[in-house]
């Protein structure tokens, strides 16, 4: 067994520790929620090593990592044809005149990492110095430019969302230095015509936030205000030439999970999705069940009638609910004491199940175990 493997059961067996009687913790499901609080049932978030050293995350999607073949991943956006673009000095560099790029790869919502410097040589000013621009889906432009001690209309500013929204800040390194963009993109989503959300963009330059999940309104462009629209599901990566030699370096994305959209609800399941959902998560409960025994079965199956009721669980958890309480009742004082933290986790387990009313406050199970536990005074304060 793996160190990894060693440290997650540990860290499992002592959060489910803390939790007292299972999953008996937090606030039940409901119509939009399908886990309780604080659920040890929902997916564990999956394992990504970090980069080292500016290297990319370990599920990253490379779009150019520094390789003269990496140039294959890039098209002309004009014609399809291979780029005239160069690798130089392991930087990808744009060739003046020969028109954007755009990547073969199409995606959608994700995060990106890009990396770029403009010339060390300083000519010409505001939209005439070092000027790019990175298109995600190849239509929302993040405006590259050489913005250190050089104004310009803050709409065209470097890391703004061309003419829609200017950065928050100016956080850029001098020419010759690389700058780099990490980008939180979310793509418009519209349902029968209607906007549901517009989609946003979050920017750090450098380590520097600069656009705070900022509204697309259709895209941007320039001179004319873009008015919402529908994105296509995928688009390749654009890079733009703008007539300056602008270098480029450490290309990657991470797809992200699409946002929930569901009968005009956004980041919430509507109750139809809800209910399958929690179905779904008890069923994967009573199988859990079945491979157990005695009180660990009995805890299971009462855990999966908070998220669907089933007849059969419901029987079978208190026949086994009842066989306890008998066992419990029928113990000799002298032996009682080796049952305290068994009796006590069911206890628990029914206060909370009587709570939420997913068994009858005056279930005769939870008086019995009540009694037990008062008259040894197991919960008295010390």
């Keep these: 067994m793996n160190n990894y493997l060693l440290l997650g059961l540990s860290l499992l067996l002592a959060t489910s520790a803390s939790f007292g009687a299972g999953g008996f913790y937090g606030d039940p499901p409901d119509a939009t929620h399908p886990w309780a609080?604080?659920?040890?049932?929902?997916?564990?978030?999956?394992?990504?090593?970090?980069?080292?050293?500016?290297?990319?995350?370990?599920?990253?999607?490379?779009?150019?990592?520094?390789?003269?073949?990496?140039?294959?991943?890039?098209?002309?956006?004009?014609?399809g044809e291979p780029?005239?673009?160069?690798?130089?000095?392991?930087?990808?560099?744009?060739?003046?005149?020969?028109?954007y790029i755009r990547t073969k790869e199409e995606f959608a919502d994700c995060q990106l990492h890009i990396e770029w410097t403009a010339p060390t040589k300083v000519e010409g000013d505001s939209q005439g110095r070092g000027n790019s621009g990175v298109f995600l889906m190849g239509a929302v432009e993040v405006q590259v430019l050489d913005n250190y001690n050089n104004p310009t209309y803050p709409d065209g500013f470097a890391s703004s969302i061309y003419g829609i929204n200017p950065p928050a800040a100016n956080p850029l390194r001098a020419p010759g230095e690389w700058q780099s963009y990490d980008i939180v993109f979310r793509r418009p989503i519209f349902k029968d015509g209607k906007e549901i959300d517009p989609g946003y963009i979050t920017v750090f330059v450098n380590g520097v936030l600069t656009q705070d999940h900022t509204p697309l309104e259709g895209g941007g462009g320039h001179m004319k205000r873009?008015?919402?629209?529908?994105?296509?599901?995928?688009?390749?990566?654009?890079?733009?030439?703008?007539?300056?030699?602008?270098?480029?370096?450490?290309?990657?994305?991470?797809?992200?999970?699409?946002?929930?959209?569901?009968?005009?609800?956004?980041?919430?399941?509507?109750?139809?999705?809800?209910?399958?959902?929690?179905?779904?998560?008890?069923?994967?409960?009573?199988?859990?069940?079945?491979?157990?025994?005695?009180?660990?079965?009995?805890?299971?199956l009462l855990?999966?009638?908070?998220?669907?009721?089933?007849?059969?669980?419901?029987?079978?958890?208190?026949?086994?609910?009842?066989?306890?309480?008998?066992?419990?009742?029928?113990?000799?004082?002298?032996?009682?004491?080796?049952?305290?933290?068994?009796?006590?986790?069911?206890?628990?387990?029914?206060?909370y199940l009587t709570k939420f009313k997913i068994l009858p406050e005056d279930i005769a199970a939870k008086k019995d175990l009540e009694g037990i536990v008062k008259a040894r005074e197991w919960e008295k304060k010390k």
């Excluded at 929902?42 to 003269?68: C, H, M, W, Y």
């Excluded at 654009?238 to 994305?253: A, E, L, M, S, T």
């Design 37 to 79: 609080i604080h659920d040890m049932n929902r997916p564990q978030p999956p394992r990504v090593e970090p980069g080292t050293n500016g290297s990319p995350p370990s599920d990253a999607i490379v779009l150019f990592g520094g390789k003269a073949e990496e140039i294959e991943k890039w098209i002309s956006d004009k014609n």
């Design 83 to 99: 780029t005239k673009w160069e690798v130089k000095d392991g930087a990808l560099q744009c060739v003046p005149g020969s028109g």
């Design 226 to 300: 873009s008015t919402p629209k529908a994105f296509p599901e995928k688009g390749p990566l654009k890079i733009q030439d703008h007539g300056n030699p602008v270098r480029f370096r450490n290309i990657w994305y991470r797809p992200l999970p699409k946002r929930v959209v569901e009968g005009g609800e956004y980041s919430r399941m509507s109750e139809e999705a809800t209910a399958k959902k929690r179905a779904e998560i008890a069923k994967g409960i009573r199988e859990d069940a079945a491979k157990l025994e005695g009180q660990a079965k009995m805890l299971r």
């Design 303 to 351: 855990e999966s009638l908070c998220y669907a009721d089933d007849q059969a669980a419901r029987g079978s958890a208190l026949g086994l609910l009842d066989t306890f309480v008998s066992d419990a009742k029928g113990t000799p004082e002298a032996k009682i004491e080796s049952k305290k933290d068994n009796i006590l986790n069911v206890t628990k387990a029914l206060r």
